[in-house]
């Protein structure tokens, strides 16, 4: 199982959107809407950002958003925060009960 | 408040075997699957694979087989991970994680396993 393709890095100014992609296949993002987001801050673990595409866990801001299409599923951060700025990862089940993720996206505040 | 509590960081020589603990609490136990993730030094998340905490049940990732092991004793909410025949690069901070149906919400604070000889 090939880990799902991430751009390593993104930025953007506080205030404005940013918008990080994760490709996988027709075998993983595009088969399942079971897609999810983690954020991760140096040294501490993941936290859920958004599950199932597009829903938001309680607590977390809806600055974040998640869409999908076809086998290429996104995750948008509106109105930048310097607190956003964290290594992101997508992640997707992959059927047979395997899950696999992205390669990570180092968000930059600027 | 649901909490997973992991053993401490483990310095092992190569060829050697590691198993890392997971204590689960402030949730039923049985009802979530419980997954392991791992990260090397500046890499990437890697799933290795999950555990059914009511059947014993597991699934692993591919690269994994024949060289992973998870387990897991209801009397004490605990699920274990062991890797054998370890290697330099298998050094990597190894996450539990609570399946939640589709995602994984909570997660253990990571334990870190140093291959070294």
């Known amino acids: 199982q090939s880990a799902l393709t991430q751009p390593p890095s993104a930025s953007g100014s506080p205030g404005q959107s940013v918008t990080i992609s994760c490709t996988g296949t027709?075998?993983?993002?595009?088969?399942?809407?079971?897609v999810s987001w983690y954020q991760q801050y140096p040294g501490k673990a993941p936290k859920p950002m958004i599950h199932?595409?597009?829903k938001r866990p309680s607590g977390v801001p809806d600055r974040f958003s998640g869409s999908k299409s076809g086998n290429t599923a996104s995750l948008t951060v509106s109105g930048l925060q310097a607190e956003d700025e964290a290594d992101y990862y997508c992640c997707s089940n992959a059927g047979s009960n395997n899950w696999v993720f992205g390669g990570g996206t180092k968000l930059t505040v600027l | 408040q649901v909490q997973l509590v992991q053993s401490g960081a483990e310095v092992k020589k190569p060829g050697a075997s590691v198993k890392v603990s997971c204590k689960a609490s402030?949730?039923?136990?049985?009802?979530?699957?419980m997954h392991w993730v791992r990260q090397a030094p500046g890499q990437g998340l890697e799933w290795m694979g999950r555990?059914?905490?009511?059947?014993?049940?597991?699934n692993y990732a591919q690269k994994f087989q024949g060289r992973v092991t998870m387990t897991r004793d209801t009397s004490i909410t605990t699920v274990y991970m062991e890797l054998s025949s370890l290697r330099s690069d298998d050094t990597a901070v190894y996450y539990c994680a609570r399946g939640d149906k589709f995602f994984f919400e909570y997660w253990g604070q990571g334990t870190l396993v140093t291959v070294s000889s």
């Open positions: 199932e595409v597009s």
């Open positions: 555990i059914v905490p009511k059947s014993g049940g597991t």
């Open positions: 402030g949730y039923t136990f049985s009802d979530y699957n």
């Open positions: 027709s075998s993983d993002v595009g088969a399942y809407n079971n």
